[in-house]
């Protein structure tokens, strides 16, 4: 049996707020739908501030798209929008078609901290959403050790966090957010804080567990490079209040080795996507 049997063989049903089990439709051609989404901030001084604006976006599924812009455009709004943290102000998201109207058990979230629990090892903070959501631990075992395997972390389950580099956390922390198969993963700056090699070598990684698990992936990052290397496309935003400025297609053939990143091609669509980056700050 291939590793992706193996996890599919642990499967689960998506589970809405409210707790009940339902099925979702990923047969569906569009597994993210952004439709005038728009989110204002108030401020203590009693005013407003526009943090996303009329944002237009359709992700397919089994996708991989990132999002760029300058610091401040609403990039982690736009994820914390579609992850049901915080509500929209304008416009609507869908995720297989269903309002994103709240926290959904059905996405799965990396932020730029691994956040783990300390007292807990690492197959145990893998475990967490099967503990909180009250899923089969059995199954959700088996899905949990099939993907500290395929994240490289085979050996290390009964390891605490204290014990494991700030990659080897990511991997804790990814491998956490796919436990309880998620139909969207969405990553907020994951890999910002570490170093430069560490950050190549976990762009390796994500590919590879994206190219295992064929899930729908949201990225933000400030990378133009990162984004290039890992996306089919890349969304870039405008500066604050943020908009969808252009999302360009990335057709280099994949898998893509490091090595890549220095070839003409890999380079003209980083200059491109600079390029309406700059056009942005200059309007």
């Given at each position: 049996?291939s590793?992706q049997?193996r996890?599919?063989?642990?499967?689960?049903?998506?589970?809405?707020?409210?707790g009940t089990?339902?099925?979702?439709?990923q047969?569906?051609?569009?597994?993210?739908?952004?439709?005038?989404?728009?989110?204002?901030?108030?401020?203590?001084?009693?005013?407003?501030?526009?943090?996303?604006e009329?944002?237009?976006l359709?992700?397919?599924?089994?996708?991989?798209?990132?999002?760029?812009?300058?610091?401040?455009?609403?990039?982690?709004?736009?994820?914390?929008?579609?992850?049901?943290?915080?509500?929209?102000?304008?416009?609507?998201?869908r995720?297989?078609?269903?309002p994103?109207?709240?926290?959904r058990?059905?996405?799965?979230?990396?932020?730029?901290?691994?956040?783990?629990?300390?007292?807990?090892?690492?197959?145990?903070?893998?475990?967490?959403p099967?503990?909180?959501?009250?899923?089969?631990?059995?199954?959700?075992?088996r899905?949990?050790?099939?993907?500290?395997?395929?994240?490289?972390?085979?050996?290390?389950?009964?390891?605490?966090?204290?014990?494991?580099s700030?990659?080897?956390?990511?991997?804790?922390?990814?491998?956490?957010?796919?436990?309880?198969?998620?139909?969207?993963?969405?990553?907020?700056?994951?890999?910002?804080?570490?170093?430069?090699?560490?950050?190549e070598?976990?762009?390796?990684?994500?590919?590879?567990?994206w190219?295992?698990?064929?899930?729908?992936?949201?990225?933000i990052?400030?990378?133009i490079?990162?984004?290039?290397?890992?996306s089919d496309?890349?969304?870039?935003?405008s500066?604050?209040p943020?908009?969808?400025?252009?999302?360009?297609?990335i057709?280099?053939?994949?898998?893509?080795?490091?090595?890549?990143?220095?070839?003409?091609?890999?380079?003209?669509?980083?200059?491109?996507?600079?390029?309406?980056?700059?056009?942005a700050?200059?309007?």
């Amino acid at each position: 049996m291939s590793l992706q049997e193996r996890l599919r063989s642990a499967p689960f049903r998506a589970i809405n707020p409210s707790g009940t089990a339902r099925s979702i439709d990923q047969t569906l051609q569009v597994a993210i739908e952004c439709r005038d989404l728009g989110k204002t901030y108030s401020t203590l001084e009693g005013g407003d501030v526009v943090a996303l604006e009329g944002v237009d976006l359709a992700v397919q599924p089994g996708e991989f798209l990132s999002v760029v812009g300058p610091s401040g455009c609403g990039k982690s709004t736009l994820l914390k929008l579609l992850a049901g943290l915080t509500p929209a102000s304008a416009g609507e998201a869908r995720l297989f078609g269903q309002p994103i109207v709240g926290p959904r058990k059905d996405i799965g979230v990396v932020f730029q901290s691994p956040t783990l629990l300390e007292w807990r090892t690492v197959l145990s903070n893998t475990m967490l959403p099967i503990d909180v959501l009250g899923l089969d631990r059995e199954a959700g075992q088996r899905r949990a050790l099939a993907l500290l395997r395929m994240t490289g972390l085979g050996g290390f389950e009964m390891k605490y966090p204290g014990e494991l580099s700030g990659g080897m956390q990511q991997r804790v922390a990814i491998s956490r957010a796919l436990v309880h198969d998620p139909a969207l993963l969405l990553m907020d700056e994951p890999f910002g804080a570490l170093d430069a090699l560490t950050r190549e070598t976990m762009n390796m990684e994500l590919q590879r567990i994206w190219q295992e698990s064929r899930k729908t992936v949201l990225l933000i990052t400030h990378s133009i490079s990162e984004a290039v290397f890992l996306s089919d496309r890349v969304a870039v935003m405008s500066p604050r209040p943020g908009r969808l400025l252009e999302v360009l297609p990335i057709d280099l053939p994949r898998p893509r080795s490091l090595d890549m990143m220095g070839t003409a091609g890999f380079g003209r669509l980083v200059n491109e996507i600079r390029g309406v980056l700059n056009r942005a700050r200059s309007d």
